[in-house]
């Protein structure tokens, strides 16, 4: 084990020890304890006086106190009471700082930055950054990457297999409606992978560092991206089969055999495609044809 990752488990499992706590696996407790890495997350989100930050599970605070030191603004939402509690008399009289114990997922976050923009009333964009806890990392991103005005940048630890999955192209094995929906809102870039080592305790799976950013221009315009999602689930819901029998066999959709067989011919698609093989331009214009 290097240096590094040695000192920072020591101090890691101290700070934990000194307030009666341990990991708690439930929460999906891997605490990074890499130096390196630490510093490869805070200059991927290149976070400065002017930013408002969000860490979703701030933990034992490797990374909150980094993010302090540079951020005009942090707010650190955490589920953990014990660690919550530890944080929050830490950070007491900062007022840069707020540690909020609550379930993310469950917890209404332009209201908590409400008034944290540049007037009083107003709501600031902010940057997401954390280790997240992995048992929940997608529905943790796919409930805030819609948010496209209160988000503007993520840089998130997650499982290495579910990053490949949000990056991945068509045609790879990865590709799926969760890398579709994704690349709607974001261009997903890979800052590093990060093995087991860098974690106290450790996790059994490799990690990765994503970098989310918001593309310059909307990469399709869909009218309605609901509707657009709902085609691409049913789509990879059975993706063997052709993208006319997968949105058939999904009667929720509304849409039969026909008439996906003639949106796919109006959309210059061949009829026997996979859903697995088309992009973000494709469905959106599927969806187009199907209700124009
Ligand atoms: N940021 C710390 C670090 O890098 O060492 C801890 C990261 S650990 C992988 C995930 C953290 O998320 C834990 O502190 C855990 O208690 C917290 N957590 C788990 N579920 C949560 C939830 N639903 N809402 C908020 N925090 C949660």
């Known amino acids: 084990?290097?240096?590094?990752?040695?000192?920072?488990?020591?101090?890691?499992?101290?700070?934990?020890t000194e307030h009666g706590l341990a990991p708690n696996k439930r929460f999906g407790q891997n605490f990074l304890v890499d130096e390196r890495i630490l510093e490869q997350i805070l200059d991927?989100?290149?976070?400065?006086?002017?930013?408002?930050?969000?860490?979703?599970?701030?933990?034992?605070?490797?990374?909150?106190?980094?993010?302090?030191?540079?951020?005009?603004?942090?707010?650190?939402?955490?589920?953990?009471?014990?660690?919550?509690?530890?944080?929050?008399?830490?950070?007491?009289?900062?007022?840069?700082?707020?540690?909020?114990?609550?379930?993310?997922?469950?917890?209404?976050?332009?209201?908590?930055?409400?008034?944290?923009?540049?007037?009083?009333?107003?709501?600031?964009?902010?940057k997401v950054v954390a280790n997240l806890p992995y048992y929940i990392t997608t529905p943790i991103l796919l409930s805030l990457l819609p948010m496209t005005d209160l988000f503007s940048r993520f840089v998130v630890m997650m499982q290495k297999e579910v990053?490949?999955?949000?990056?991945?192209?068509?045609?790879?094995?990865?590709?799926?409606?969760?890398?579709?929906t994704v690349q709607y809102y974001a261009v997903p870039e890979i800052v590093t992978t990060v093995p087991p080592s860098a974690f106290y305790p450790q996790p059994d799976v490799t990690s990765a560092v994503l970098k989310l950013e918001r593309p310059e221009e909307p990469?399709?315009?869909?009218?309605?991206?609901?509707?657009?999602?709902?085609?691409?689930?049913?789509?990879?819901?059975?993706?063997r089969k052709t993208l006319v029998n997968a949105v058939a066999g999904a009667p929720q959709l509304g849409i039969d055999a026909r008439t996906m067989k003639k949106a796919l011919q109006d959309a210059g698609l061949d009829e026997s495609v996979r859903g697995e093989v088309l992009n973000l331009q494709d469905f959106a214009r599927l969806c187009e044809v199907l209700s124009p």
């Open 1 to 16: 084990m290097i240096p590094e990752e040695q000192s920072g488990r020591e101090s890691t499992r101290k700070s934990l």
């Open 44 to 126: 991927a989100a290149a976070i400065d006086r002017q930013d408002t930050v969000l860490e979703i599970g701030p933990g034992t605070g490797q990374l909150t106190r980094r993010i302090a030191e540079r951020a005009g603004n942090l707010v650190a939402v955490e589920i953990d009471r014990g660690l919550a509690g530890m944080l929050a008399r830490e950070f007491e009289g900062d007022d840069h700082v707020k540690i909020h114990c609550a379930d993310i997922l469950k917890t209404d976050l332009p209201a908590l930055f409400s008034g944290m923009g540049t007037s009083s009333d107003t709501v600031p964009t902010v």
């Open 163 to 180: 990053a490949d999955r949000m990056r991945a192209r068509p045609g790879s094995k990865d590709y799926g409606a969760l890398s579709l």
């Open 219 to 239: 990469p399709v315009s869909a009218r309605d991206p609901e509707k657009m999602f709902a085609l691409i689930r049913a789509a990879f819901g059975k993706r």
